[in-house]
């Protein structure tokens, strides 16, 4: 069955500290790969994406992630988190010639200043 | 230079009471999706149309869940005889073009609470 899983589901974090967010997905063939943001009180927006080429994408706001296809992983990283970073994170894949989303459930991040 | 608009943004429902809700995508957008986000949860996939296609509504829960887009550019999601399970945020997505590589951008969200 088609899946995604993010490991953590609450991270605390102070200002300035380093972030990594984990996403494995469960799908058969070649994907696309999708980080959205949902901050408070505002609707889910896209952090980044990856359909093809150089697997170190880097997106909005100082954010990167790595598709690493031999561990189906596709994690989330900033070198130094920021207060306005507080929100919540959405991992999401899709098939090729499919369009539909399969999204994780969700990591709530809180930082600290 | 709109998003994607949502109406009403709150709708409390009587268990059995039919409801309607209402998407606006960006205006030009092929691909027009619809999902659901419970408590906690993720958004979950319900519908997908291709201007006025409806291609794929393998998401939708039961018979009760009905969605169209006439004219390949508004779209509703209606409910019938809703249930309690129907508790969620009706999320309603818009991209570009077909093809799973383009961004979906979403709208605000209606948030239906069955009593």
């Known amino acids: 069955a088609q899946s995604v899983s993010q490991h953590n589901h609450h991270v605390i974090l102070s200002e300035a500290a380093s972030l990594e967010l984990g996403c494995n997905y469960s799908?058969?063939?070649?994907?696309?790969l999708f980080w959205y943001v949902q901050y408070p009180g505002q609707h889910l927006q896209l952090l980044l994406k990856y359909f093809s080429g150089d697997p170190l994408v880097k997106g909005i706001k100082g954010f990167e992630a790595e598709f690493i296809k031999s561990k189906f992983s596709f994690n989330l990283r900033k070198p130094s988190v920021q207060w306005s970073d507080t929100a919540e994170y959405f991992c999401a894949v899709n098939g090729i010639g499919t369009d539909k989303l399969i999204f994780g459930t969700g990591t709530r991040l809180q930082v600290f200043p | 230079g709109a998003g994607v608009s949502q109406s009403p943004r709150y709708k409390v429902a009587k268990r059995g009471q039919d409801v309607a809700l209402r998407c606006d995508p960006i205006s030009g957008h092929v691909s027009l999706f619809w999902y659901q986000q419970a408590l906690g949860q993720g958004p979950e996939f319900l519908t997908y149309f291709q201007n006025e296609a409806q291609l794929d509504k393998s998401g939708l829960p039961s018979d009760r869940f009905f969605a169209e887009r006439p004219e390949g550019s508004v779209s509703t999601l209606k409910i019938q005889r809703t249930q309690q399970e129907d508790s969620a945020v009706y999320l309603c997505a818009s991209s570009l073009d077909a093809g799973g590589s383009d961004t979906q951008y979403f709208g605000p969200g209606t948030r239906l609470t069955v009593l």
């Open positions: 799908y058969g063939g070649t994907v696309n």
